[in-house]
């Protein structure tokens, strides 16, 4: 592992820690705007069970700065991360040595799931813009989820849904033409949006084209323009990266 590699991985010393610390991942201290976060930021649900608190489970907030890494690949599980603010990209390599994003993930959504069977996490995690998680210790959640019927039942539906989300992506890849994929991505992704408390009609692409591109199995061009196409067929309005959903029946058609 490279000195740099070790010098981004280290603030994350110190997870077991009782009481939350704010640590930075990169070189600049600009803090996440307060607009951006969200009061219910955990992935368990609106009807959270009265029996345990979130100081239950977190024992450190982590700042990543935007390209800065959360997780390397290889690196050993302790903890599951939740996206507080902000968000991220998991990229894992084939056995060729090629590069794959698996998944983009926003507010609200777990991290780390994928590493309790091996304890070795098998991405690489990449904040898209600056942005804030909270780590959970796996022995708290165990824990927890031994004292605490109801977080049981919640903690097995995230994970449920984390499953559902990768199956989801393998139906995209094997089935869909390149326009339907885009949409049914970009759909998807406002309905977990909505889900968190966003707006479900608009928002802001947080990755890029290349990105989206590699992560359904298309080239950057292709992604660029199928996204063109959408707008003219006013589908959907486009621009830069802000995405207005216009008539989500006809992109559900496609």
Known sequence: MSVQEQQTIAPL????????????VGTQTQRTPESTLRPSSMPFGTDTPLDWREEDLVASDVYVRKGAVLLYRGSPFTALYVVRSGS???????????????????AGEILGAEAIGD?????????????????????????????SHDFQ???????AREIRRGRTLARWL?????EQRLASFLLDLADRYCAR???SREFVLRMSRQ?????LGLSHETVSRSL??????????VRGRLLTIIDRKALQAL
Request: glycine share 6%; with cysteine.
């Open 228 to 237: 063109s196409s959408f707008h003219r067929q006013s589908l959907m309005r």
């Open 174 to 178: 094997a089935t869909m033409r390149a």
């Open 119 to 147: 304890r070795v996490h098998d991405a690489t995690i990449t904040a898209l813009e600056d942005s804030e998680f909270c780590a959970m210790p796996f022995d708290r959640v165990q824990a927890l989820a031994q004292k």
């Open 211 to 215: 990105d989206i591109g590699i992560h």
């Open 153 to 159: 039942r919640t903690l097995h539906a995230t994970f």
């Open 197 to 199: 408390g966003y707006s």
């Open 88 to 106: 991220c990209k998991s990229v894992t390599t084939t056995p060729e040595g090629q590069e794959q994003i698996a998944a983009f993930h926003i």
């Open 13 to 24: 010393t110190g997870i077991g820690h009782r009481t939350p610390r704010l640590r930075a």
